[in-house]
């Protein structure tokens, strides 16, 4: 009896493989021009290459928490303005097929005007709706990773 369990065990092991999709460890997104990396081990998004405008360096945080592969998000936002220290906030959201990509939610952070404390925090910011859509060509960024 105890042979039989292993071939049957070994057939039911060796048909896994076929039926699942590999589940990448990383993947490369666009969010408002910025390339964004998200590492599904880390569970993080950081810059990659962000737009020439933004006060970031490549690798700095823009969300870290829990992100499934096209599943659920949620966690930590990282918010930047030139001149002062990141603001981070409370999001959730996830993956949306109508996009295609991550779509998370949460009150963003309201400075002080003309300075960088943190006075309140609301849904009417940009920064209150974060979109990571999916970029095409993984490899021409994941390729010397």
Do not use: W
Not at 2 to 16: C, D, E, G, H, Y
Not at 62 to 84: L, M, N
Not at 115 to 120: D, I, L, N, Q
């Amino acid at each position: 009896m105890k042979p039989f369990r292993l071939t049957v065990s070994a057939v039911v092991f060796s048909a896994v493989p076929a039926l699942a999709s590999p589940i990448p460890q990383q993947e490369v997104l666009d969010h408002n021009g910025s390339i964004m990396i998200v590492d599904y081990r880390e569970q993080t998004i950081r810059y990659l290459l962000p737009r020439r405008s933004l006060p970031v360096e490549s690798v700095q945080m823009s969300f870290a928490g829990t992100i499934q592969y096209h599943g659920v998000a949620e966690g930590t936002a990282y918010v930047y303005k030139r001149g002062c220290g990141f603001a981070m906030y409370e999001v959730r959201g996830g993956y949306d097929p109508s996009v295609p990509g991550y779509v998370m939610v949460g009150a963003a952070p309201v400075r002080a005007k003309g300075g960088c404390h943190v006075v309140g925090y609301t849904m009417e910011s940009k920064n209150s709706r974060l979109v990571y859509k999916d970029i095409d060509d993984q490899a021409a960024y994941l390729g010397d990773l």
